[in-house]
């Protein structure tokens, strides 16, 4: 029973296993059903676009597997979206573990760069995978899509408008930043993740 990330098209697969070897874990990147089946926690990161990446996981069959899942799952930026049940991205319907649809960001100050790329506080954290994380600590940021706050939302950050940066459901994890590439807060999460 090994960590699994899920090979798809998406951009920070090697982000991921690079930082997970940084704190001593090693993971096997694959799309194989039985292995997704058989792992003992399972990654989805992502950058990438919604609907190209839903395709494949659809042609594959892993949505129905990581549906059905009961070992804990970590949702990492695309991810998370597409745990969701529906993004503004192409108009794609996603998973639907978390009842929330990824709307795109909109503003007309152009303050706001969209997408939004950088470093960000979160806050309200609740739940073990914030395990001796302080509040207002930050992480980074990359998208032009976000999932609005909900009964889910275990931590929120704001840009242009109060958005979850966080999401948990039973077994299930999800996070809009990006973990790998938050120094060490982010590396702590990951860990916090690994001893669920």
Same mark, same amino acid.
């Given at each position: 029973?090994?960590?699994? !990330?899920?090979?798809?098209?998406?951009?920070?697969?090697? #982000?991921? $296993?690079?930082?997970?070897?940084?704190?001593?874990?090693?993971?096997?990147?694959?799309?194989?059903?039985?292995?997704?089946?058989?792992?003992?926690?399972?990654?989805?990161?992502?950058?990438?676009?919604?609907?190209?990446?839903?395709?494949?996981?659809?042609?594959?069959? !892993?949505? &129905?597997?990581?549906?059905?899942?009961?070992? @804990? =799952?970590?949702?990492?930026?695309?991810?998370?979206?597409? $745990?969701?049940?529906?993004?503004?991205?192409?108009? &794609?319907?996603?998973?639907?573990?978390?009842?929330?649809?990824?709307?795109? /960001?909109? #503003?007309?100050?152009? &303050?706001?760069? !969209?997408?939004?790329?950088?470093?960000?506080?979160?806050?309200?954290?609740?739940? @073990?995978? /914030?395990?001796?994380?302080?509040?207002?600590?930050?992480?980074?940021? =990359?998208?032009?899509?976000?999932?609005?706050?909900?009964?889910?939302?275990?931590?929120? &950050?704001?840009?242009?408008?109060?958005?979850?940066?966080? $999401?948990?459901?039973?077994? /299930?994890?999800?996070?809009? /930043?990006?973990?790998?590439? #938050?120094?060490?807060?982010?590396?702590?999460?990951?860990?916090?993740?690994?001893?669920?």
């Amino acid at each position: 029973m090994k960590t699994i !990330i899920i090979k798809y098209p998406a951009g920070n697969v090697q #982000s991921v $296993l690079f930082s997970l070897e940084r704190i001593g874990v090693k993971a096997v990147v694959t799309d194989s059903q039985e292995c997704i089946k058989n792992a003992k926690r399972i990654i989805l990161p992502g950058v990438g676009e919604a609907n190209y990446a839903m395709k494949y996981l659809k042609e594959k069959k !892993i949505d &129905t597997i990581l549906y059905n899942l009961k070992q @804990p =799952v970590l949702g990492i930026c695309l991810g998370m979206q597409l $745990l969701c049940k529906y993004s503004e991205e192409s108009n &794609t319907s996603c998973m639907g573990i978390f009842d929330l649809s990824v709307k795109k /960001f909109q #503003s007309n100050n152009k &303050t706001y760069k !969209i997408p939004k790329i950088g470093w960000n506080t979160i806050h309200n954290l609740k739940g @073990p995978l /914030f395990y001796k994380i302080p509040d207002g600590i930050y992480q980074y940021f =990359v998208h032009g899509y976000y999932a609005p706050l909900g009964k889910d939302t275990i931590a929120q &950050t704001e840009y242009i408008i109060p958005y979850s940066a966080a $999401l948990q459901k039973n077994n /299930f994890y999800a996070v809009q /930043f990006h973990p790998e590439k #938050s120094s060490y807060v982010g590396h702590k999460i990951l860990e916090n993740f690994m001893n669920l």
